[in-house]
């Protein structure tokens, strides 16, 4: 089997910066995952990074995802893509605000609710 394509080396303050994202908890729940997958198969680490099997058992993930995170941290490519079709809301603030108002209200002399 040929060696991994893409390999993780962080520098020291990258490694800082993603255990502080793990250790605050404060995030995400796939941003702390997708951080402790970089900081798991990290080559600069003490001992050896672990293999992508290991790394996908230890996180309850799948060996693919690994490979995924793996390839975006190398490559640079952090964020999610942005959704190209997304619809646009029917309903501004002002629409909303006037649909509440009839529904809430009393209805009008002849019509029930």
Same mark, same amino acid.
């Given at each position: ?5 893409? #390999?993780?080396?962080?520098? /020291?303050?990258?490694? $800082? =910066? ?6 605050? !908890? %404060? ?16 080559? #600069?680490?003490?001992?050896? /990074?672990?293999?992508? $099997? =290991? ?6 993930? !799948? %060996? ?50």
């Amino acid at each position: 089997m040929p060696g991994k394509k893409y #390999r993780v080396r962080l520098s /020291p303050q990258e490694r $800082e =910066e993603l255990e502080g994202l793990v250790s605050r !908890g %404060r995030s995400a729940a796939y941003k702390q995952t997708h951080a402790r997958i970089v900081l798991m198969s990290d080559e #600069r680490q003490a001992g050896r /990074p672990m293999k992508d $099997e =290991e790394i996908a058992q230890a996180l309850k993930v !799948g %060996r693919a995802m690994v490979e995924r995170v793996r390839r975006r941290c190398v490559e640079g490519a952090w964020n999610r893509k942005t959704q190209l079709r997304r619809r646009s809301k029917k309903l501004d603030g002002e629409g909303q605000r006037h649909l509440i108002a009839m529904a809430c209200s009393e209805p009008r002399q002849g019509r029930t609710s």
